[in-house]
């Protein structure tokens, strides 16, 4: 098997895997960096964030606003810690992509434009008009060109990272193209793999997104943290999923129910307002995992408007005027006009819920580092923890660049520390193992298992048992179900045998991580036995702080169901408090 030498290797393109990237080859052109990518980096699902990142800039603003709207946002389940650092390098982050070259929306005025966004109670998120993930990871792509020593290998699958002597020293990936395994031999890594969203069928997340980078550091052994937390995005499009940006109602856009009734007054985050400029009061703009839930029971009560897809509410944004929706929402005209048949200066667009984000992810500690000695995580696929048990919206895009690079810093000084460079022998060996369990795959026959009955089936199962609602009785049901999918997937036959390109083979693996993660997020779910953020259950729907004011961390268990522990949740300054939403943004 071909062997690529690295000092890192990077698992990942997107937003977090380029910030590592850059990071790393900015402190030291002397390192070798293996930047590794299962689509080409423009492709991953960065390029897709539509409404901006989140950094305080404004004079009426401060670190500690921004602190206290994402812990309270996270329900205390934050590590405060991590909070802190997130809000202190946030502005540095966002100005550094300026000069890299980001072309950031601008007031009349020439200074940066900021937008309202979901939970934030000042306005903090900086943009590009609706095409913010675009240009992020525009700018970080063209500035990783500037740096040799950022190997790109584009197009390659990473398989199965290598762990020898306690320490990660690498990974297998599949050369794409060609279908050949090779080994990447590397003294640190990186997993920037992205979220998991497609283990559910209605989702925001592109098809990339099957959890391969969590599902990589789980079977070695590091544990999956808090991953019952699913974000559920209110404003997706039921024809496709697609999503219209929080920014849509951070510019002043309004939900309405079928009777055209600003409905979120009615769930504690009122009070309503006028029409027209400026409309930054709660309502619409409470957080992601409250509003989510205001739709569920709007729906109980029949208040929905029913279209084709099933119950929609209706989002309105006639009153902004053309001229504003082209200039700050031009994506979201043509989405809803493409998608709905919908023009959104004329008419009301029909949204609903929308699995989105994962909250959860590979436990790190604040610096981005694993249990596993040399493993590093960040983006989407970590769980660090700053989003806690509700991201607010647009934070994500800033955790992607303040833990890029920490992971990226984080990865130097771990080599600077002198691991011992481990044996080449153990280490082939193990790569060989890998291809050997990819070999077989493709010499199973006889089974009656496809990909895609089995991943509808777990669509299906997340979607019925772990949603925005959940009990206990439907999540002890969707861990056993997952169970027998799993037993079930390990019958699976291809039905492509070739070598070049081979997706059949890609989606099986692909489906392997999607199982994985599933299980994680199900068994967390039905251990903790309370509401709070994202993961409410009908059946114990307070926040129990005395028994669950912690991080739940999902272990690999080969054979059965994960095995589950839990962690403390670091408190610096906030203790935890009410959700209040009753009252005005500014
Ligand atoms: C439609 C949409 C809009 C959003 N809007 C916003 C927003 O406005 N603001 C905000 O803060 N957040 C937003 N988010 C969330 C945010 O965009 C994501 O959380 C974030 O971009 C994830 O970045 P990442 O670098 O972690 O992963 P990604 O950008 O998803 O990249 C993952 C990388 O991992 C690689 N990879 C995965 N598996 C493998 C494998 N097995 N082998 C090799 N490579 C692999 C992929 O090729 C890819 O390069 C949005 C999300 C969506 C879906």
Redesign the pocket.
Known sequence: METIQADVAI?????????AAIALAEADPKLKIAL????Y?M????????????GVIKADDSLEHHFNDTVGGGDWLCDQDAVEYLVQEAPKELIRLEHWGCPWSREPNGSVAVRP?GGMKKQR?W?AADK??FHI?HTLFQTSLQFPSINRFDE????ELIVDDGRCRGLT?IEMRSGQMRQIQARAVII????A?RIFPF????A??????MA?AYRAGVPLKDMEFVQY?PTGLPSTG??L???CRGEGGVLLNKNGRRFLQDYGMGPETPLGKPVFKTMELGPRDRVSQAFWHEQKKGNMVPTQWGDAMLLDMRHLGEKTINERLPLVRDMSISYMGVDPVTDPVPVRPVA??MMGGIHTDIRAATRLAGLFA?????CVSINGAN?L????????LVF?RRAGLSAMEYLQSGPNAGSDAATGALANAAQARVRALFQRSGGKESVVGLRKEMMQTMEQHAGIYRTGEGLGAACDKLAELRRRYARVELQDKTNVYNTDLLQA??LG?MLDCAQAVAASAAARRESRGAHQRLDFPSRDDKNYLKHSLAYYNRAEVPRMDYCDVVITKSQPGVRDYSGGHE
């Open positions: 698992i990942g393109a997107g937003g977090a895997g380029l910030r590794i990518s299962k689509v980096p492709r991953s699902h960065t390029c897709a964030a539509e409404g901006g990142a989140a966004f998120t943009f913010s993930g990871l390659y699958y990473a398989t990936a920037a793999g992205g979220g969203g989702t925001t997340n592109g990339i997104k099957t959890g391969d980078g990589l995005h697609t999503l940006t929080e920014a989105h984000y960040a983006g989407e696929c970590a991201r919206g647009s934070n994500s895009l800033t955790e992607l890029g693996l692909e991580s």
